[in-house]
């Protein structure tokens, strides 16, 4: 039981220690190109077809990386598995993560702990900070930071769930019919929105993508029954949504 009250800690502390390791590697080897986060962890980069993003090669000498990412994505994606590979090499963090999860909730925690540790590798906290700073977080930042700092919206998406204020969850939407593309959730927001998830027809997000409005009112999440305020955002032929838990 004690085990049990301590795990929202445990997950503060875990996600504390990734993102100083990714700041200090950052701090390292910057400017991350992605031939200078291969040589720092000591492996070669391999794109090839893939049927997930990408994977360290189990001889650890070799990036697997999706060829049909494009660029900003694969360079992501590489820095995801450079946490892996600092994750793996810290045994304090190794087991204290092993202490506290296990089996898919493992490997759940695991994906969203190197998520957080690349994001804060290719766009550095101070960054998001600053941008917050001034006008909170809307929609419209995961384009605009992507954007101005040359990372994937995934990038962008993650760092500003992980420095909201306020617990929250952001969406990329996208296609026809319309479906989630990535989703990013703060710590504090328990549900969660699988890739590929089907958005209904008449929801707000999907009347958001059809007429090219921003929408600020509330919605459930797609296929959810939970009520949440939501805004959102239409650029592109893509749909950028906050979900945000009402006070009760
Ligand atoms: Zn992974």
Not at 60 to 89: M, N
Not at 90 to 103: I, K, M
Not at 112 to 121: D, K, P
Request: net charge positive; with cysteine; aromatic share 6%.
């Amino acid at each position: 039981m004690a085990k049990f009250l301590g795990k929202p800690q445990a997950a503060v502390g875990l996600r504390r220690r990734v993102l100083e390791a990714a700041e200090k590697f950052r701090r390292a080897h910057a400017p991350l190109t992605p031939e200078r986060m291969a040589k720092a962890i000591g492996v070669d980069i391999e794109l090839t077809k893939l049927s997930g993003d990408g994977m360290l090669d189990p001889s650890g000498k070799r990036v697997l990386i999706s060829r049909d990412q494009p660029p900003r994505r694969q360079r992501f994606t590489l820095a995801h598995e450079v946490v892996h590979f600092l994750i793996r090499s810290d045994d304090e963090l190794l087991s204290e993560l092993h202490e506290w999860y296990q089996g898919e909730d493992l490997e759940a925690e695991l994906e969203s702990l190197c998520n957080v540790g690349a994001a804060e590798m290719l766009l550095p906290r101070e960054i998001v900070a600053a941008r917050l700073s001034k006008r909170g977080v809307a929609p419209r930042l995961v384009p605009d930071l992507a954007e101005s700092h040359q990372v994937s919206e995934e990038v962008a998406a993650i760092a500003l769930a992980e420095r909201s204020s306020t617990p929250l969850m952001i969406v990329i939407a996208g296609a026809k019919p319309l479906r989630v593309f990535f989703s990013a959730r703060s710590s504090g927001f328990r549900a969660q929105l699988p890739r590929g998830k089907m958005i209904e027809r008449e929801h707000p997000l999907s009347i958001v993508y059809d007429t090219g409005l921003d929408y600020s009112g509330q919605a459930t999440l797609p296929g959810g029954f939970r009520v949440y305020s939501l805004e959102a955002y239409p650029r592109a032929g893509r749909v950028y949504a906050l979900f945000r838990e009402m006070p009760s």
